[in-house]
């Protein structure tokens, strides 16, 4: 029930980032996600892949620093509000978001959410609780 | 280059002598002290046995190429009181100081040990024009670390008014000697140009002072830095050169002439050896420095190996003393780092790292000196099998190397964190320290 994603850490140093996105980029793997998430000393690349496993094995062989990491990614309709009411629910139930995105997909009248909590498990539940639906890897 | 110090001969007695009349006190110290060494203490009695040498087989100072070497770790595996050669109850003071491996090297004091130590760094501080009329602020740490009390020892030998303002705390410091009106200095050579500097942004101005002449060792310094230091304080700055297992400061120092440090001799006895082949090398050479203790009695030592590189002198001083002189320290013979007047082994920071998980023992160790003072870096690898997800895990990890760093070195170092793999892999020896303060 939960959605794979790629951590990369990366140096805040120049030619980082573009070393990441051409390595997969030659070898034809597409972004569905990318964030970053930055400090003065460096940087944490996070994104999901359509072909999350190829492009492990691209990064681990080009020499990054990379790992595979579980999100909850849930789907709501593409309106005003609807994150808060997610992240509500988190806070009501004091579960703490490490950090969250979301994207919407082009063609389509939802949004994606994708968090990384505290207690993955007892946020699925809830959320499974309160009918909100929750996205796989193929759903995505 | 003020050169406006009034150097003066403490002990003219013995800093004076002829050659032949040093090498007669010499060796008959010599002789007392492989006496009480071969008796009192089992490390040199076993290694004396296995070289097959009696303490009748060391009549004078030309036989001293017939004993064993000692070296730092011979000490450590004594440790703490195995080179002790008085009983516990005639030790009056512990010093010690940092080794490769967390464990420290210490050094037991007897009373005569002590007086030993303020005799020659008395004389050391007179070189500098230290006086009864002197009032001298030591900012050297006090405590484990011989210089503070090594420094403050001489100074109340000769009678001057001691401050021992120990180290830290800069405004304190400036403000200290300006109000006291310290006529002499004693800190490291890179504390002394922090002052100098941050004297100028806290508004004081050095007229206003009245220091006239600074006693700076415990890490090797340049030429370049003593004009520096000669500058911003406006006085005259000699180096002091000492090591807690001989002594402390005070082992040798540098006269007004300003060019080269005069040994000791009645009581620490210089060699000059080969660091690969251990042969002693003649006056002029470089090579690694040896020093013999000849007065002590708590843990007298023999041939200890310094790690140290210079050269010894007998030319003529025109100070008038008579004693050998030590260049300048050039180098190490080991990997040992002198920061911030700490000595610090790339093992030590090697043996904190691996406690971490998280990061692999790919690391590079870069010492600069900014703002004149000392300040390491270290650049280190996360671990190949890390998930870097968190940003606060990434943090933790970076936390957890400072504080362990800092537990072995005692001192804090800037901690890096590196892409796995992005650190040079070295074929052969492998480069772990990159100094990059000017030599």
Redesign the interface.
Same mark, same amino acid.
């Given at each position: 029930m939960l959605v794979k994603?790629l951590?990369?850490?990366?140096?805040n140093r120049p030619g980082?980032l573009y070393k990441l996105t051409h390595a997969l980029g030659q070898e034809g793997i597409d972004f569905v996600t990318l964030s970053i998430?930055d400090?003065k000393?460096?940087g944490?690349v996070?994104f999901i892949a359509r072909d999350n496993e190829r492009a492990y094995e691209i990064l681990k062989a080009a /020499?990054?620093?990379? /790992?595979?990491?579980e999100l909850i990614g849930v789907e709501v309709n593409d309106r005003p509000n609807a994150l808060a009411e997610v992240v509500a629910l988190m806070e009501e139930a004091n579960i703490n978001i490490?950090?969250l995105y979301s994207f919407v997909l082009t063609n389509h009248n939802t949004a994606k959410i994708l968090m990384?909590v505290e207690d993955t498990d007892r946020a699925v539940k809830l959320l499974k609780e309160k009918g909100i639906r929750l996205l796989s890897e193929k759903i995505l | 280059m003020k050169g406006t110090l009034k150097d003066y001969i403490y002990r003219p007695e013995y800093e004076c002598l002829s050659r032949s009349e040093m090498e007669n006190l010499q060796s008959e110290r010599l002789r007392k002290t492989v006496e009480l060494v071969y008796n009192h203490c089992k490390p040199y009695r076993a290694k004396m046995d296995e070289f097959k040498i009696k303490p009748s087989d060391i009549r004078s100072v030309a036989d001293l190429s017939k004993l064993p070497f000692t070296v730092k770790h011979d000490l450590r595996a004594a440790y703490p009181f195995g080179f002790y050669t008085a009983p516990q109850r005639d030790i009056v003071e512990v010093h010690a100081s940092s080794g490769t491996t967390g464990k420290l090297t210490v050094v037991g004091y007897t009373q005569n040990d002590i007086d030993v130590w303020a005799e020659v760094a008395a004389r050391g501080l007179a070189m500098a024009g230290v006086t009864k009329d002197s009032l001298v602020h030591v900012a050297y740490g006090y405590g484990l670390f011989t210089g503070g009390l090594g420094a403050h020892y001489g100074s109340q030998k000769i009678g001057a008014s001691t401050v021992p303002a120990s180290a830290g705390n800069t405004i304190r410091q400036l403000t200290l000697l300006r109000d006291f009106g310290a006529t002499h200095l004693c800190c490291t050579p890179s504390y002394a140009i922090f002052l100098g500097t941050e004297l100028e942004k806290a508004g004081m101005d050095i007229k206003d002072f009245n220091l006239q002449g600074g006693v700076f060792g415990a890490e090797p310094w340049t030429y370049q830095m003593r004009e520096e230091i000669e500058r911003v304080l406006n006085i005259d700055a000699l180096d002091i050169y000492g090591l807690s297992e001989i002594s402390g400061p005070g082992v040798a120092m540098e006269c007004m002439q300003k060019h080269g440090s005069h040994v000791q001799e009645d009581h620490f006895i210089p060699e000059i050896i080969d660091p690969e082949t251990l042969e002693p090398l003649p006056f002029g050479s470089e090579g690694e420095l040896v020093f013999t203790t000849i007065t002590k009695t708590g843990q007298p030592l023999i041939r200890y190996r310094t790690r140290d590189l210079c050269t010894l002198s007998d030319e003529k001083c025109a100070c008038g003393r008579t004693t050998v002189k030590m260049s300048k320290v050039k180098g190490r013979s080991d990997d040992m780092l002198i920061i911030r007047g700490v000595n610090v082994f790339p093992s030590q920071i090697e043996a904190a790292i691996m406690n971490v998980a998280g990061v692999s023992p790919h690391y590079m160790i870069y010492v600069d000196r900014i703002n004149n003072l000392d300040v390491i870096e270290i650049d280190i690898e996360?671990a190949?099998?890390?998930?870097?997800?968190?940003? @606060?895990d990434?943090?933790n990890i &970076?936390k957890k190397v400072e504080t362990e760093v800092n537990s072995y070195i005692g001192l804090s170092a800037k901690i &890096?964190?590196?892409? @796995?793999? @992005?650190i040079r892999r070295s074929e052969g020896k492998a480069v772990r320290v990159v100094d990059r303060r000017e030599q």
């Open positions: 994603q951590s990369v850490f990366m140096e980082r998430a400090t000393d460096f944490i996070r /020499g990054f620093t990379v /790992g595979i990491t490490e950090y990384r | 996360l190949g099998n890390l998930t870097p997800d968190r940003v @606060s990434i943090e &970076k &890096k964190l590196c892409e @796995s793999g @992005s």
